[in-house]
């Protein structure tokens, strides 16, 4: 019933308490989304509405527990236009963000990189997916696909990737997703699971583990959860 809320809706007759308010509204109170997740606060979710953004190489701020929502992953579209990753986040060896931090409801694009994670790239620290379309992104021979996540012990509680469809993305290893350990030293035990639940992998394309590559991951997670999704069409060259 709220018009401010993110999921309002104009035939709703009572508030049930449902009602998100984001805290940073794109492009409304920030006109890029760069500018929002460097003003946003631990905590706060950011809107973003419906559009096209052409944008790379997008820094995520190290704060926990926020979350990025497009208005719908049909019509939200981050556009790196081929002149970078989408994402990067990196924390030294010591993660500042977990399972809290949220991604949803986005087409993400055309990423571009001479290295590893053409999409997203984040470092010792893994957030949850939702409701995404993760497309045409492409690392350079030799490195790591569309979402490279890297770290060493250190995954606080669980992250969950859920409805995401990964389509046409290239990447020597794990066209799609790479979890893998990285040269920070282990601390302690992982105390978290990965949950990848009703997600399609399509048309991935690389030299091994087109779908997923897994190295290590049992050093950043207690366990990998893979439930309900399909693989179609990936070639690796191997």
Known sequence: TNPDAMNYEEDAVFDDGSCVVPDIIVPDDESTIQNALSNA???????????????????????????????SKNNTIIDANSSGRIFHYYSGCTATIDGSTLISNFTLQN??????????HFHMGVPSLDNLIIKDNVSSWGNRGAIN???????SGNAIFSDVYFINN??????AITVTTSGCAGTGD???????????FEDG???YGTGLYLSDADKIFNNIIIDKCYFVNNIAES
Request: glycine share 18%; net charge negative; hydrophobic share 35%.
């Open 149 to 155: 996540f890297y770290g060493n012990a250190y995954q």
């Open 170 to 175: 290239y990447g020597y290893s794990g066209a």
């Open 41 to 71: 606060t631990a905590g706060q979710t950011i809107f973003v509405r419906a559009g096209t953004y052409y944008e790379s190489n997008i820094i995520w701020p190290n704060i926990y527990g926020l979350k990025l929502i497009g208005e």
């Open 111 to 120: 990423g571009f990189i001479n290295g590893s994670g053409s999409c997203m």
């Open 205 to 207: 394309y690389g030299h």
């Open 190 to 200: 992982a105390n978290g699971d990965l949950y990848i639940v009703n997600s399609i």
